[in-house]
């Protein structure tokens, strides 16, 4: 699961003005970095642009996955990731960095754009792995762990109980051999009589 891109977006004329980019691009040789942040650019430019205000869209193209949301309030968010990446956790993540822009800078600062913002960077490098922004998943995740270690445990508790029975058959057998041959043994030496 990654996150490729996070950009955020003015929407308040017909062309969204960018007003925040987050790209990790690491992932690709360092000669095709700069086409592929050109291109996170331009899809985010092209999602935000064709997303309504109070619409959320995403969009699927190959491995990829391009997740698009416009607030009434004419902000918009661009998160590009991967298909594995949980599309609820996307959309959540893009509200809650929104909501932590705006607390920082109001609409009325919007006119320095673009904005660099390290606290949304960090943020950002947290969210390429969802279980650490999303308590849900991370309580998924850890019950699914736990179910797992319950079922070895139950599976070797069934083996033991296995192991159980055959000793106590075993010894079943054993008492009921052991009771023939005290019986052997005892007409045995009753015949004879030692001095």
Same mark, same amino acid.
């Given at each position: 699961?990654?996150?490729?891109?996070?950009?955020?977006?003015?929407?308040?004329?017909?062309?969204?003005?960018?007003?925040?980019?987050?790209?990790?691009?690491?992932?690709?040789?360092?000669?095709?970095?700069?086409?592929?942040?050109?291109?996170?650019?331009?899809?985010?430019?092209?999602?935000?642009?064709?997303? @309504?205000?109070?619409?959320? =869209?995403?969009?699927?193209?190959?491995?990829? !996955?391009?997740?698009? $949301?416009?607030? &009434?309030?004419? %902000?918009?968010?661009?998160?590009?990731?991967?298909?594995?990446?949980?599309?609820?956790?996307?959309?959540?993540?893009?509200?809650?960095?929104?909501?932590?822009?705006?607390?920082?800078?109001?609409?009325?600062?919007?006119?320095?754009?673009?904005?660099?913002?390290?606290?949304?960077?960090?943020?950002?490098? @947290?969210?390429?792995?969802? =279980?650490?922004?999303?308590?849900?998943?991370? !309580?998924?995740?850890? $019950?699914?762990? &736990?179910?797992? %270690?319950?079922?070895?445990?139950?599976?070797?508790?069934?083996?033991?109980?296995?192991?159980?029975?055959?000793?106590?058959?075993?010894?079943?057998?054993?008492?009921?051999?052991?009771?023939?041959?005290?019986?052997?043994?005892?007409?045995?030496?009753?015949?004879?009589?030692?001095?």
């Amino acid at each position: 699961m990654k996150a490729l891109a996070l950009s955020l977006w003015n929407k308040e004329n017909e062309k969204a003005v960018n007003l925040l980019t987050i790209q990790d691009v690491a992932q690709f040789s360092y000669f095709q970095r700069a086409t592929v942040a050109e291109f996170l650019t331009f899809t985010s430019q092209f999602m935000a642009d064709r997303t @309504a205000p109070g619409e959320r =869209k995403s969009v699927k193209e190959k491995e990829y !996955i391009c997740h698009s $949301l416009t607030k &009434t309030d004419k %902000i918009g968010g661009v998160m590009i990731c991967d298909e594995e990446y949980p599309q609820r956790v996307a959309f959540t993540f893009m509200i809650k960095i929104m909501e932590d822009f705006l607390a920082k800078h109001p609409k009325g600062t919007w006119s320095s754009a673009p904005f660099t913002d390290a606290d949304i960077r960090k943020q950002f490098d @947290a969210a390429q792995d969802p =279980k650490e922004i999303d308590h849900l998943m991370k !309580i998924q995740t850890d $019950l699914d762990e &736990t179910k797992v %270690i319950l079922y070895d445990t139950i599976e070797k508790v069934l083996e033991r109980g296995e192991k159980l029975e055959d000793i106590v058959s075993r010894s079943e057998q054993l008492s009921a051999t052991s009771k023939q041959f005290y019986k052997t043994a005892k007409s045995t030496n009753s015949c004879c009589v030692i001095l």
